[in-house]
Nanobody
Framework: VQLQASGGGLVQAGGSLRLSCAASRGTFSGYDMAWFRQAPGKEREFVAAISWSGRSTYYADSVKGRFTISKDNAKNTVSLQMNSLKPEDTAVYYC????????????????????WGQGTLVTVSS
């Protein structure tokens, strides 16, 4: 499966953005999905994950209550709604997928995911 992330951009602190991840080839309806991010000079970090069915979600503490991950298997897309953005949310955001269907709260490590999109840049100005 090939993933294509989009929706990044420049936004002021307190604003909102919605990222989308679509399958340009294949389908990820049976895949666990996640969003990671990587800020300049930092390691890639987990943001949010959603089970293949869409029924279970898991968030990093830093985004809990502000970000929402959702999955539309019919449209073959995964979205990340980001509200109350902070300058520290500035990063390249990557979507990832894996067919393993494990307990989603255990899937916060990047090595858990076999397929990755190319990333979309989110910049939050203060």
């Amino acid at each position: 499966v090939q993933l294509q992330a989009s929706g990044g951009g420049l936004v002021q602190a307190g604003g909102s953005l919605r990222l989308s991840c679509a399958a340009s080839r294949g389908t990820f309806s049976g895949y666990d999905m996640a969003w990671f991010r990587q800020a300049p000079g930092k390691e890639r970090e987990f943001v949010a994950a959603i089970s293949w069915s869409g029924r279970s979600t898991y968030y990093a503490d830093s985004v809990k209550g502000r970000f929402t991950i959702s999955k539309d298997n019919a449209k073959n897309t995964v979205s990340l709604q980001m509200n109350s953005l902070k300058p520290e949310d500035t990063a390249v955001y990557y979507c990832a997928a894996d067919p393993a269907r494990l307990t989603i709260a255990t899937r916060s490590a990047s090595y858990e995911y076999d397929y990755w999109g190319q990333g979309t840049l989110v910049t939050v100005s203060s």
